[in-house]
């Protein structure tokens, strides 16, 4: 525990100097001066101006007074809807006002926002201009003459000079416009041009001389300079805090070095303009709470970010405690939790920053909460998966595996003897006299182990492949067992006769079932079984009609009933039929993780997955548990869990004690696990109460392992789905509204989840599972492939209570079905693709970096639905067959010369038919 402390401290300490060492720190030039003007929108909040964001007295006042020793003056947009107001309350302050009109197409609202503007010059000496509109010609709203008539109508009412604000280009392009201004008020904002940070300042320059040399002589004033706190990049552009804070103050140290008249915005943040690409909030010097973002000497660093350090301090500390509930941890593995949990601090921590440093309308914070809600179960998978990984990898292994007891070489060679004759052979052996044959003991009975009886369940099984698993039955190296056959709701004589037949032929000790309308699915059938089963017999064993057992299959674990409170042995699946196709192949593969890697770590905690075939059941914890239930479609696990709630022991062993078949199509495949899906949706269902603290003798642990394996399975696939649907609707509200464009710190985890997955599926393949890396990775696409089937299952398991049970078709009877298998999953999927390729082409001109990852993230959501196209079109190509890849390599190797051609050899000499063969053998 110590070592663990130690650790946990390591590790913090250094993701605390990671933020000592990444704390960014810029020099920037000092600006101790008044700032000659700022532009100022007196409004509060994310209502818009139109609509009902009035400002009032007193919050403009408040503002000037905040905004009167920084800035000697400041620049309106607007004449009306409360903006009147300011003028006279600035010159309380002594501020200069510029005032606005603001023009579009709405000619009554030109003419109330002209007249104003020329009472408010009229009525207050601090006015010192106006602007009459505000980029009318960039927006469209006003031809070039018609302004010019606006502008010479407002000059003519008043004393103060006269102008309009547009982009500086406007203004190059337009002289006529430049000729009917009392001075030029240039817009330059080089981060709508995809100027960097680094290049603002000498853009603005150069355009402001520029400017100069194309209107010599005529008063040239910067009316919009400003760089954004916030929001999404613009090619080379990037906004933050950092960029705000040093391109103004490069801007203002330059501009008052050459004396250039300038305005900045803007004062204020805006919250109201979410609508300007992103960034359209974030221009103020001041924050929406009237704070100064940056401080003007000095520099420039983050005043918060201490406090973003200790909130990831603190939250990776939380969520490194954990590792004290483990077992005898070893210190790597303890450091990679603990490095995991400070990974997801520092996320938090960012989460926090963005959450309080952003402005948000209704729809953008649904939109944020309910990302950030889909995302907490995703790391908490991930971090459930970094555990996994940790454990197998740098944990001390598995140390509750069941493992076949060895019986010694005496035992094995003498029968059990009675304490009185191993005394008498004690004394005998003392008077070295040798023992006559007529004196020698009578070796005593050996005592018969357990009566198990094993319970075979079948419905329109193959009789060839039933027969198959019976014989293996009897040749089992046990002495004391039975086997029950039930064929349950299979008509067809064809089915069932050749089966009782068999079991006649094998001996009293098969027992034959015929059972007709059946209800209660395979759990009906199992508990007819039991009606007649030996009442002696101690153990239940079930097996699936397509499993053939071992030997020692009993003989091995049948020992572990020896503890009384073990009340149930699960040995793992395997199949003898791999080498059917490339697609067998891989889905063997597939099947073989949850066996090796899955079951064993979760037997460490006494909370494996009853999975039916392959299990051993005490009788008596069965009775406690209540016997099998129809209640689910996955009446195994169900059980398995119910006896664990009874507080039973449970063991496992990974040795295979029995090899079965695998689907025989792609589409049985799918079955099978919509069936363990929509079975697990119910188990959750039906037992979530008894996971209520003191409702079962469910320890701590096997409670934690069950739900977190339901949310690692259940709640991934699920999740997956959902994340990727979500996406694809978002897909045109960012390619065609530009907004609400997903930030880093949405898409980002979904990636790093991915890897997360990605990673521990090879790392724990490699470790634990027994196979080559083409069947590893052809099984990592298996398991991909069936996100979407798992999916409908949950969410057919929250709209209805009962599906009918599918049997599993085994045995090559069935043949493929002539629908694609993965029709859905190829529509997904490919309109995943479709939507990453949208976003890439909208983006071509912008370069949004959030956007290219949001693209990426779509496509690697697409892999799975993918991964099941690709499988359905295995199995009915020709690739599927390993003949075509034997035959594939010899082709290859003859043409390369590797491989000598094989011609036709000489003609063989004619056999003799039976006939001409000599009767003796002898010619």
């Not at 050749?498 to 006649?504: E, K, S, T």
């Not at 891989?586 to 905690?605: S, T």
Request: aromatic share 10%; net charge neutral; charged share 20%.
């Amino acid at each position: 525990m110590r070592a663990v402390v130690a650790v946990l401290i390591f590790v913090t300490a250094v993701h605390a100097g990671l933020w000592g060492l990444l704390r960014e720190s810029q020099p920037a030039p000092d600006f101790r001066g008044v700032l000659p003007s700022v532009s100022y929108a007196p409004f509060d909040g994310t209502g818009h101006p139109d609509v009902d964001n009035i400002p009032t007295t007193e919050r403009i006042r408040s503002d000037l007074k905040t905004l009167a020793p920084m800035s000697k003056a400041i620049r309106l947009y607007s004449s009306t809807g409360g903006v009147e107001l300011v003028p006279p309350i600035a010159n309380e302050v002594g501020l200069k006002v510029t005032v606005g009109a603001w023009i579009d197409k709405n000619v009554d609202r030109n003419e109330r926002e002209m007249q104003a503007a020329i009472e408010l010059s009229k009525r207050n000496s601090n006015v010192n201009g106006i602007v009459v509109g505000n980029e009318t010609i960039y927006r469209g709203e006003q031809k070039v003459e018609d302004l010019i008539k606006l502008i010479q109508r407002v000059k003519g009412q008043v004393n103060v000079p006269v102008t309009t604000g547009e982009i500086w280009n406007i203004w190059i392009e337009h002289p006529e416009l430049a000729s009917s201004v009392d001075f030029i008020a240039a817009h330059i904002l080089p981060y709508w041009e995809g100027f960097s940070d680094k290049q603002a300042v000498d853009q603005a320059l150069i355009i402001y001389q520029k400017l100069r040399d194309a209107f010599p002589g005529k008063r040239i004033v910067i009316a919009e300079f400003g760089w954004p706190s916030a929001g999404y990049n613009l090619k080379k552009a990037m906004p933050g805090p950092f960029e705000q804070a040093v391109t103004l103050r490069n801007f203002v140290h330059r501009a008052e070095a050459i004396g250039m008249e300038y305005n900045i915005v803007e004062a204020i943040d805006q919250p109201w303009k979410f609508f300007e690409g992103g960034v359209g909030p974030y221009w103020g010097i001041l924050n929406a709470s009237r704070e100064p973002k940056f401080n003007w000497t000095g520099p420039v660093v983050n005043q918060d970010y201490w406090k973003l350090a200790t909130i990831a301090l603190l939250v990776g500390f939380l969520l490194s405690t954990p590792i004290f509930r483990l077992a005898r941890p070893t210190m790597m593995q303890a450091m990679l939790l603990s490095a995991a949990a400070n990974g997801v601090g520092a996320w938090v921590a960012t989460v926090f920053a963005y959450w309080t440093g952003h402005y948000f309308v209704w729809g953008s914070a649904f939109a944020l909460t309910l990302g950030l809600t889909l995302l907490v179960p995703l790391v908490l998978i991930a971090m459930a998966r970094i555990e996994e990984i940790a454990a197998i990898a740098f944990g001390r292994g598995p140390r509750r595996l069941w493992k076949a007891p060895e019986a010694s070489a005496d035992k094995a060679a003498l029968p059990a003897a009675a304490p009185s004759e191993i005394k008498s052979l004690a004394a005998t052996d003392a008077a070295d006299a040798p023992l006559s044959p007529a004196a020698e003991p009578e070796p005593a009975a050996a005592p018969l182990p357990p009566k198990v009886s094993i319970h075979i369940p079948a419905y329109f099984e193959p009789p060839e492949m039933l027969k198959q698993t019976l014989d293996a039955l009897a040749r089992l190296d046990y002495p004391n067992f039975e086997c029950v056959v039930i064929i349950n709701n299979t008509p067809d004589p064809a089915f069932t006769q050749p089966i009782q037949d068999h079991c006649r032929e094998l001996g009293e000790r098969f027992k034959f079932i015929n059972a007709e309308k059946v209800q209660g699915f395979k759990a009906g059938a199992l508990r007819i079984a039991m009606e007649r089963t030996a009442a002696d017999a101690e153990i239940i064993g079930i097996i699936d009609a397509d499993y053939v057992v071992t030997p020692n299959w009993l003989k091995d674990l049948v020992p572990a009933f020896d503890d009384p409170r073990v009340g149930l042995v699960q040995a793992p699946q395997e199949h003898r039929d791999g080498d059917r196709s490339l697609m067998h192949y891989i889905m063997n593969g597939e099947y073989a993780g949850f066996f090796d890697i899955g079951m064993v770590q979760r037997n460490e905690v006494n909370g494996i997955i009853v999975h039916g075939t392959m299990c051993l059941i005490r009788r008596a914890a069965m009775d406690m548990a209540g016997g099998w239930s129809s209640d689910t479609i996955c009446e195994d696990s169900d059980l398995g869990l119910e006896i664990m709630e009874h507080g039973w022991l449970t063991h496992y062993t990974n040795t295979r004690y029995g090899f079965g078949l695998l689907p025989d199509t792609y589409e049985a495949f799918k079955k099978q696990r919509h069936r363990w899906a929509y079975g697990g949706f119910q188990i959750i269902k039906k037992h979530w109460r008894r996971f209520m603290p003191g409702a079962s003798r469910l320890t701590p642990d096997q409670k934690r392992e069950f739900a977190l394996g339901w949310l690692n399975w259940l709640g991934a696939e699920s999740i997956g789905v959902v994340v990727a649907l979500l996406n694809l609707i978002w897909v045109p509200i960012v390619a065609f509204a530009d907004i609400a464009i997903p930030d880093k710190i949405l898409t980002i985890p979904i990636i790093a989840s991915f890897v997360v997955t990605l990673l521990h599926f090879l790392a724990l393949y490699r470790l634990r599972v027994k196979i080559k890396v083409p069947q590893m990775l052809g099984a990592m696409i298996a398991a991909m492939s069936v996100q979407w089937t798992v999916s409908r299952a949950v969410a057919q398991g929250l709209i209805t209570e009962h599906l009918a049970f599918a049997r599993t078709s085994k045995g090559g009877l069935t043949m493929m079905s002539v629908e694609f298998q993965a029709f859905w999953e190829a529509v997904i999927g490919v309109l995943l693709l479709v939507g990453a390729a949208v976003l890439l082409a909208s983006n071509a001109y912008r370069e949004i970096h959030e956007i290219y990852i949001f693209a990426g993230v779509l496509v690697l959501q697409s892999l799975p639905f993918l991964a099941a196209v690709a499988i359905a079109i295995l199995e009915n190509s020709r690739i599927n067959s390993f003949a075509f890849w034997r035959n594939t390599g010899i082709r290859t190797a003859e043409l390369i010369g590797l491989r000598p051609v094989g011609l036709p050899g000489a003609i063989p000499a004619p056999q003799p038919v039976g006939s001409e063969l000599p009767k003796d053998g002898v010619r």
